[in-house]
Structures are given as C-alpha cells and as structure tokens.
C-alpha cells in the first residue's frame, strides 16, 4: 500500500505544504456537449471568487486560475497552490458531489488519498507462447505500451512421430521457456519505472504460468495472473477493463483486511487507538502503523508548523513543547500529514462499516 504513504511522490510533496495559505482545488471536467469553452470559464471565475474572498495572494489566485484553464478538460483534476508553486494531479472517478475549493494551513488530503489507493500504478500484460504486449497504468491512463516479440520456431508441439518427437517436444517448451523469460524481463524493467502495485498477466494458460515462474520473488507479491484467457479478437479494452476489476477486487479485499486487523485488535483493546484523543496522541509518538480516516472532518484542531507530527486540539499542548508557530488546521488534514510524516500508512474507510472507527478516525499501531 505505498500508494498511500510518502513513497508517492505527489503525497510526499503535499507534505511540504503547510503554514502559509495553501489552496486546495478539486474540480470536475465541463465535459463535451454544448457549449464546453462557456462552462470552463464560468468554473474558472467561480475558483477565482472564491480563492480572492478567502484572501489568497493575488499571484497564487492567477496561478491556479490558468491551471484550472490549462488542464481541466474531460478527467477531474486536484490542484494544490501555495507561494511555493502549483501543483496539479488527475483524479479519477471524482464525481461533483466531491468538489473542493478551500484556503488552509494544510491542503485537503483525502481526494488525493483515496484517488491514490484505489487507482494503483498497475501494468498490464497480455502474451502468448511468441511474445507480449505490456502497458503502464497510471492515474487511469495507459501511460506506455511495449512489445515483445520472441522465437516462433518451434513454439508448437508437433506429431512427429518415432524417435523424431521426444526432440520436437523439448526443443517446444525451451523456446516456449525463453520467450517467457524475455517477457518477464521486460515487465520487470516496466513495473519498476512506474513502482507498479500490481502486474496482472492475462492470456494463453501455459504462456501465462512461465511468465509467473521467471518473475523475481519480490514481485510475486504484486502478481495477478487472470484466468480469463481472451479470444483472439477480444479487443484491447476488454483486457484492460478485466486488468481494472482484478485491480479493484485487490484493492477491496485491501481494505477488508484492514478493517477486521483493525476490529479485532480494538476487540481485545490492545494495539489499535478508536478514541480520535488516543489516534492524535499516537499520532504524536509516531506510535501509527495505518490511520483510518472516517469521511472528512472540519472539526478544527492545531499543528507545529516545524513539525509536522505534532497535532492536538489544545493550542498550549504545541507551545508547551517549545513550539512557536503553531497554526489552527482542519482534523482530517493535520491527521494524515502527521500520519505520513511519521511513516504511516493512510486508508480512507467507510464511515458505517461494522468494522469502522467509531468516530472520525482510528489507528493501527506499531506500539
């Protein structure tokens, strides 16, 4: 789940921001009937309106106003501005229920977390016994797409017949074994680039079963192999619509695993923090191996804008630390830049679920 710590690079940037007026811009694409260029505008103005009336400087405000100009078009973007810079990111699946424009001391965490662990950098596979063709997947977008083409001599058993056939099988499955090997040579080299979470392999059974023996032991972790063989003409979009579903009941099985770590430790009352006064508290100790967040809360809390672990809802309990510039942030947001400051995961989870924090937040811990 390194989707949802600072080894993602846009999180581990997001945690730099903070202190200063940092904007936070989630907006969803104007789409293409009618009049598309009128409706960009009018959400371009809008932002505008509301980032001047929060009071952010001027040249932020023109700043984010021609990002969201420049690239806002069918994919919902998240864009968060400070006086260091702008930085933009595609959403994917954010409906217009979730759009956001605020002015914090943090930036809104939550649509760039969930976005980041449901929507894994994942590569997608689809070979025969000759070759493969390999694509990255990023952000929902194909980002890259190799082929590799092996030996096709005899890649297919032969009836041969008499002293002739032993050999037309073994000189079979060592070709089928070699193209097997440079397949899986080239996932290896693009499931690195990307820092891939998941490597779904589809197609011809035997073909599929030696990309899987020639791949390293630490990406079997990372492995699906999909027992949907596709035809021949199963179209491109078909795979890759099977490739998001095998990544989704992942991620889903994911989170269950999660939840019930979590309800049964809170069930024996040792090694998880239910109580949101308990999760700041070890939030502060960097005692946090996974923090829950339940929805997005606004209730107000205070952070050390030198350290960004320390939180609580008490201003003097940062000052009496011997920190002086302590900022008011929103719960939520000064929890997970605690959480990922200290190394921990973050899960967005479900705000009823049986297995759910009680309140706003919970923790699995390390201690």
């Known amino acids: 789940m390194s989707s949802t710590t600072t080894a993602d690079p846009l999180l581990a940037e997001l945690l730099e921001r903070r202190g200063a007026p940092v904007a936070t811009i989630v907006a969803t694409g104007p789409g293409f009937d009618g009049d598309v260029q009128s409706r960009l505008d009018i959400r371009a103005k809008d932002v505008r309106n509301q980032l001047e009336e929060a009071g952010l400087p001027e040249s932020v405000v023109e700043d984010v106003v021609q990002e969201v100009q420049a690239q806002l078009g069918e994919d919902a973007i998240g864009i968060v501005a400070d006086a260091n810079g702008v930085l933009t990111s595609t959403l994917v699946d954010v409906d217009e229920d979730a759009e956001v424009v605020q002015v914090e001391a943090l930036p809104r965490y939550v649509p760039f977390v969930r ?10 596979v689809r070979c025969d016994r000759v070759g493969a063709q390999i694509a990255r997947v990023e952000r929902g977008e194909t980002q890259r797409d190799t082929e590799v083409t092996g030996d096709d001599q005899h890649v297919r058993k032969v009836h041969a017949g008499g002293w002739s056939q032993r050999r037309f ?35 011809d059974v035997r073909a599929v079963q030696l990309v899987a023996e020639h791949l390293p032991e630490r990406l079997q972790g990372q492995l699906v192999l999909d027992d949907h063989q ?9 795979v890759f619509e099977r490739a998001m579903t095998l990544v989704k009941d992942r991620v889903g099985r994911e ?14 009352n040792e090694g998880a923090a239910d109580d949101i006064a308990d999760v700041l508290a070890a939030l502060r ?13 606004d209730e107000r809390v205070h952070i050390a804008t030198e350290d960004p672990m320390q939180l609580a809802f008490d201003a003097a309990a940062i000052t009496d630390l011997g920190f002086d510039d302590v900022a008011e942030a929103r719960l939520t947001d000064a929890a997970i830049q605690s959480a990922l400051a200290g190394g921990a995961t973050v899960m967005i989870v479900p705000v009823h679920g049986p297995s759910s924090p009680s309140g706003a937040l919970g923790a699995i811990l390390r201690f």
């Open 115 to 124: 976005d980041r662990f449901v929507n894994r950098p994942h590569v997608v």
């Open 169 to 203: 099988q073994n000189r079979a499955e060592h070709t089928w074994d070699e193209n097997a090997k440079e397949i899986a040579e080239a996932i290896i080299g693009e499931a690195d680039a990307i820092d891939a979470e998941l490597i779904v392999v589809t197609g």
């Open 230 to 238: 596709p035809t021949d003409d199963a179209s491109d979009a078909v």
């Open 255 to 268: 989170l269950v695993e999660v939840l019930e770590r979590f309800a049964e430790l809170r069930g024996r």
């Open 285 to 297: 100790q960097g005692a946090v191996e996974t923090l829950l967040v339940s929805g997005d809360s």
